[in-house]
C-alpha cells in the first residue's frame, strides 16, 4: 500500500506543480505550445527566433565579459505576446529568471538590457545559489542586475535607483576580480 501511494505521489507531483506553480514551466516551455528553435532559445513568434538569438548571443557575451563565464548557458523563453507570458504565472514583471532552470522575456522586454539583466540573475544562481539569491542582500542582487546590465534609464524606482547606486559603490572596492569571492561574504 505504501509503494502504491508512493507511486502516485510521484507520478502526480510534476503534473500539480505544473498546474500550479507555473514558472516551473520554464523547464518545457514546448509543452505550453512554445517552439523552441534551439536547446537555449525558445519563443511563441518563430518569425522572431532571429532577433531572440541576437539578443540571447549579445547577452551572453556581455555578461561573461562583465561578471565572468556562465558555467551552463541558460535556455531563454521570449513571449512576443502577454498570453505567453502569462502561461508562466509572472504577473505584471518585464522578465524573471527561475533559479537556473531558465528565463522569460515578456513582450516589452526584448531589449539588450533586460536580456542583461536576467542572465545576471542567472549566473548570481550559479555562483551563490538560490539560497543565497533569494536571502541574500537586495541591493547586491538587484542592484548587480541593473548596474552590470548598463539599464540606460537614468533614473529608476526609488528602491532599485538605491540598490544600483549601493551596488557601483561596492564594485568599485573590490573590483571584477574579486567580485564572486567577496559576494559569497555579504
Same mark, same amino acid.
Given at each position: ?16 506543480? !505544473?498546474? #500550479? ?40 557575451? #556581455? ?5 565572468? =563565464? ?7 523563453? #521570449? ?14 514583471? @518585464? ?11 515578456? =513582450? ?25 539569491? !533569494?536571502?541574500? =542582500?537586495? !541591493? #547586491? ?7 552590470? @546590465?548598463?539599464? =540606460? ?5 526609488? @528602491?532599485?535607483? %538605491? ?16 567580485? !564572486?569571492?567577496?559576494?559569497? %561574504?555579504?
Amino acid at each position: 500500500m505504501v509503494q502504491r501511494s508512493l507511486l502516485i505521489a510521484v507520478l502526480l507531483l510534476p503534473a500539480a506543480a !505544473w498546474a #500550479f506553480i507555473k514558472p516551473v514551466r520554464v523547464v518545457a516551455p514546448r509543452l505550453t505550445g512554445i517552439s523552441c528553435s534551439s536547446e537555449f532559445i525558445c519563443t511563441d513568434a518563430p518569425a522572431r527566433y532571429p532577433e531572440a538569438a541576437t539578443l540571447y548571443d549579445e547577452a551572453v557575451h #556581455f555578461v561573461e565579459s562583465a561578471a565572468g =563565464p556562465i558555467g551552463k548557458k541558460p535556455r531563454v523563453t #521570449f513571449c512576443a505576446t502577454a498570453a505567453c507570458f502569462q502561461a508562466f504565472g509572472l504577473g505584471k514583471r @518585464s522578465a524573471a529568471t527561475i533559479g537556473t532552470l531558465g528565463i522569460v522575456i515578456s =513582450p516589452r522586454a526584448w531589449k539588450p538590457y533586460y536580456v542583461r539583466h536576467e542572465m545576471i540573475h542567472h549566473l548570481q544562481y550559479e555562483q551563490l545559489g538560490i539560497i543565497k539569491v !533569494w536571502h541574500g =542582500p537586495e !541591493w #547586491f542582487i538587484e542592484g548587480m542586475a541593473y548596474a552590470l @546590465s548598463e539599464d =540606460p534609464r537614468p533614473q529608476l524606482s526609488e @528602491s532599485f535607483e %538605491h540598490d544600483r547606486s549601493r551596488f557601483k559603490n561596492w564594485y568599485q572596492q573590490v573590483g571584477k576580480q574579486q567580485l !564572486w569571492i567577496e559576494a559569497i %561574504h555579504l
